[in-house]
Structures are given as structure tokens and as C-alpha cells.
């Protein structure tokens, strides 16, 4: 049941003052896919204005259905480059550019079959496009932001990357929407390069009817940064009680970045048949804190064992990151491997 196994994730700019916002053994499964694929692209977490990609925002989550704003134009957009600390940066560079060729489109770009001539020019199965879900809605023109690429799984001949992205559509008479999803990208190993050979986009689900106390105070939280689909599992009323309070309790001393919850992550640890404690609403993964990469070798590594222990003093059972820590309730509490090099996992029981 525990989560051990998975690797570096990052992060990317977002220009022109717009959001960007917010992932062996692993939090991913192995032959199992992700949370199933949205029907509808998954509202955004607000109006954060991040400088950098190291730069955590403040702004707070925003309503579910973000009202649409008119006669507004795309934003500008970055795309994702792997920094140092990266664990086979190509496999992740490989999983980001098949989501940023399948979510951005000017004028007559819209719609199945031009997405697929999309992915065929980037020498992919034109296939893929079909299951590209909420990465393709209605719309004439949109612009994708990857906000970080997390392993869910790596291993000698197969992966998973977790392409966190925010997405904006703009409609003919100019009006711009906001929304997003993350999108669980399985590879395997060829050659020039790896290949892609699956997209599970996250089905958050509907929202519920009241939502959950915990989970309207971390909403609320400008220290805690959520993604697009890990909003929408929050408001889905489907992620545990617990993991909401480790939640507040770490943005007490931290301002961290999140970037998976519940949908968007494989059904099992990566490699495994053994459920993960993600699409069960009992985990999340932290790819930012304080403004620190996990994966970047220039973060102080006391700031990211540090968030590790405090998770654990939060309640988590199954603590991963890029360093073996010693002590622990248990002799497994904490553990390192390839897939979490690039963020810190915390799992729990109930």
C-alpha cells in the first residue's frame, strides 16, 4: 500500500503577469492507467501570479467555474525546459511536448484531426490525439502553460511523467477561459528517443454539493498553491480529511506548490500491482517550497528534508523525496528512489 517509487518534476514561466499556478516503485501504476480521462477541462485555482518558475504565488484559489472574461486575448506562454537535478530530462521533455502540441492552437488548429497532424509532426502516433480529452475543447484558439512535469514512475524501459498545465481558450467573440487539467504520460524506451504511448488525463469529478470545511480552508490558503485538477479534487469533496489538516498544518511554516492530489496519478505505484494512495484522495505530492524546486540542486537540501519531517509530524505514514532520511515512527516512514527526486510525497492511512 505504501507509495514508495517516483522522480524529478519541474517547473515553467508564465508571461505576461497571467497565472501560473499551480506530480522502480512511485506514486504511479505500472500497466493500470490514471484517474480516467476528463470529459471537460478542469476550472483553475485562481488568479496567482507567479514571476518565476521558482517563485510561489499568492493569490487565492478561485470559484469552480471561473467567470469568463470578454474580449481579452491569450496570454503568453513559456515552453517547458527540464533544469538541473533532472532525472532522464528527455523522457520528461518527450511527455511535454505532446501536451503543449495537443492543448495550443491558433486559428484552424481547432479539433480532432488537426491535432493529430499536431502529434504526427512530432514524429508520435496520431492515435494519441484521441485520447487527449480536456485538452481539446471547443474553442478556436488556446494557449497551454506546463506548470511542472513530475515523474509518476520511472523505470529502465517505461514511464511516467505528470504534466501539470494550466490552459486558456478564447471563443469567437473574444471571450478568454481559464482552466486546466494534468495529464498521466506513459513512455517506453525507443530510440532516437523515448516514445509516447498512452495520455490518462485527470477526471476530478463533479463538485459536491457542500463543500468540506478543511477542504474550503485550503482552498483559502495563499500559502498553499494548487493546480487546476488538484482544485477540482479538493471541490469534488473526495480527498481525505487527513490530508487536508497536514495540508494547513505545513502552510503554517511553508508556502509550497502542490502538484497532484487525487486525479491526473496512476491507479497503482508505478511498476506495481499495489493500489497508490492517490486516486483514493489519501496523498499528495509538493514539487515547490519556498520558492525551491525539490529537484534543483541548488535548493538547500535542510528546507526539503526539513518539509519532509513535517510532513511526517503531520500524520503522513509514507514520506518519499529526493534524500533517505533516518528516524521515522516506523523503519519505512521515509524513503528516497529515482521517481521522487523531483518532489516530496506524503501518504496516509485514513
Known amino acids: 500500500m505504501t507509495d514508495l517509487p517516483c522522480t524529478p518534476g519541474r517547473r515553467t514561466v508564465l508571461a505576461g503577469g497571467l497565472a501560473v499556478l499551480l506530480g522502480v516503485a512511485g506514486c504511479g501504476s505500472g500497466s493500470g492507467r490514471s484517474s480516467a480521462p476528463s470529459s471537460g477541462t478542469a476550472p483553475g485555482s485562481g488568479t496567482a501570479t507567479p514571476t518565476g518558475p521558482t517563485t510561489p504565488s499568492s493569490s487565492p484559489s478561485a470559484p469552480a467555474s471561473p467567470a469568463p472574461s470578454p474580449s481579452a486575448t491569450l496570454p503568453a506562454t513559456t515552453p517547458w525546459e ?38 504526427a509532426a512530432l514524429g508520435l502516433p496520431p492515435s494519441l490525439a484521441d485520447q487527449a480529452g480536456p485538452l481539446l475543447p471547443a474553442a478556436p484558439q488556446a494557449a497551454l502553460q506546463v506548470v511542472d512535469a513530475q515523474y509518476g514512475g520511472i523505470l529502465a524501459d517505461s514511464a511516467s511523467v505528470l504534466v501539470v498545465c494550466r490552459q486558456w481558450t478564447l471563443a469567437a467573440d473574444g471571450t478568454l477561459t481559464p482552466g486546466g487539467t494534468t495529464v498521466d504520460v506513459r513512455l517506453s524506451r525507443a530510440e532516437p528517443r523515448w516514445t509516447v504511448t498512452a495520455l490518462h488525463p485527470a477526471d476530478p469529478g463533479p463538485a459536491a454539493a457542500t463543500l468540506p470545511t478543511a477542504a474550503a480552508q485550503v482552498l483559502a490558503e495563499q500559502r498553499i498553491q494548487l493546480p487546476p485538477a488538484a482544485v477540482a479534487d479538493l471541490r469534488s469533496g473526495t480527498v481525505h480529511d487527513s490530508v487536508l489538516q497536514a495540508m494547513l498544518a505545513l502552510s ?84 528516497s528512489d529515482p521517481t521522487h527526486q523531483d518532489h516530496v510525497h506524503a501518504g496516509f492511512l485514513t
Do not use: C
Open 82 to 119: 527540464p533544469g538541473p537535478g533532472e532525472v532522464s530530462p528527455d523522457v520528461k521533455r518527450r511527455a511535454v511536448e505532446l501536451v503543449e502540441a495537443l492543448g495550443a492552437w491558433s486559428t484552424g488548429g481547432q479539433g480532432l484531426a488537426a491535432a493529430q497532424q499536431r502529434v
Open 252 to 335: 503554517r511554516d511553508y508556502t509550497f506548490q502542490v502538484s497532484v492530489v487525487r486525479s491526473g496519478h496512476p491507479l497503482n505505484v508505478f511498476g506495481t500491482t499495489r493500489p497508490s494512495d492517490h486516486p483514493q484522495g489519501r496523498a499528495f505530492d509538493t514539487w515547490q517550497i519556498d520558492g525551491h524546486p525539490v529537484v534543483d540542486p541548488a535548493t538547500p537540501p535542510e528546507l526539503v528534508d526539513g518539509f519532509m519531517r513535517a510532513v511526517a509530524a503531520a500524520g503522513s505514514y509514507n514520506v518519499g523525496g529526493p534524500r533517505q532520511l533516518s528516524g521515522g515512527r516506523t523503519a519505512n516512514q521515509f524513503f
